[in-house]
């Protein structure tokens, strides 16, 4: 019965405190995620909090891959922070909430706030899952308000994995391709169609005054950022590879796409095909 309480409550819409994120593989291709998202409440030391929860309605191949968590956390007014995070997601069957796999990743966080590690994901996750992402502080609470810059990847070797100190929030990307923005405002995304080149990132960038927006792929479920614009400023990024080429992303908000169409396409390379259909 409690799990059931559970499930019904994280089926509310609500600002998390942070997202802690999903990555996907689409066949052999990893993507990797990246958010920059603030605190909205104190997250106490020694206590584990629920931080993030969303229903996944495709399966992940995660079986077997490395799962790489790196970031790093400012405080407001230099406040000190954790010495270490405690990460656990918790992955539940969405329709009976039946716990069937748990994975925990110890994050040390360094005196500038940055934090990484990795470990082997050993099972793929059903279609309709829920996952929910709960954290432990320890060593020192994680204050109200502070900005999380926050990369996740997945990797079939250890070796594959990007540096440490790679994932930010500025403009110091690694990443060879262009960046192309599009602006959330209150029930629009702008532009609403999206042209870019494979190698290219488009960075969703919350303007608006409403928070409860989603970035949600419509086909594949090829990438989702969750309920992960809780600021005015927050972002949520993914980056276009060559897999990708000619190919055309048709992507939702989960809150106002039945309401207000708010809905947009990201076309790959000049080849690919338009979305029509108010996309």
């Known amino acids: 019965m409690a799990c059931r309480r559970i499930l019904v409550r994280l089926l509310i819409f609500a600002a998390p405190l942070f997202l802690v994120g999903c990555v996907f593989l689409t066949g052999q291709q990893i993507q990797d995620l990246r958010f920059l998202l603030k605190t909205s409440t104190a997250l106490p030391a020694g206590q584990l909090t629920e931080v993030y929860s969303s229903i996944y309605p495709g399966a992940l191949k995660l079986r077997k891959n490395f799962v790489k968590i790196s970031g790093q956390l400012q405080a407001p007014g230099g406040d000190n922070l954790p010495s270490q995070i405690n990460l ?43 996952q929910m ?29 990007s540096g440490d100190g790679t994932c930010s929030s500025g403009s110091g990307s690694t990443d060879s391709g262009g960046v192309v923005t599009v ?8 532009p609403r169609t999206t042209t870019i080149q494979p190698g290219d990132k488009v960075r969703w960038v919350l303007e608006g005054s409403a928070t409860n927006h989603t970035v949600t792929e419509l086909d594949n479920n090829a990438f989702d950022s969750g309920f992960a614009f809780t600021v005015v400023g927050a972002t949520f990024e993914r980056t276009f590879t060559m897999a990708d080429d000619g190919k055309t992303f048709k992507y939702y908000c989960r809150t106002h796409r039945d309401c207000c169409t708010m809905q947009g396409s990201v076309r790959v390379g000049n080849n690919a095909p338009d979305a029509g259909n108010d996309y």
């Open 133 to 161: 992402f709960l954290v432990e502080p320890r060593g020192g609470a994680i204050p109200a308000g502070t900005t999380v810059s926050l990369c996740i990847e997945v990797v079939k070797r250890k070796a594959e994995a």
């Open 88 to 130: 656990r997601v918790v992955s539940l069957d969405a329709k009976t909430a039946r716990k069937y796999y748990q994975f925990s990743l110890a994050l040390k966080v360094g005196s500038d706030g940055s934090f990484s590690g990795i470990k082997k994901w050993k099972k793929n996750l059903v279609p309709n899952t829920l």
């Open 183 to 190: 602006r959330i405002l209150d029930n629009e995304f702008s």
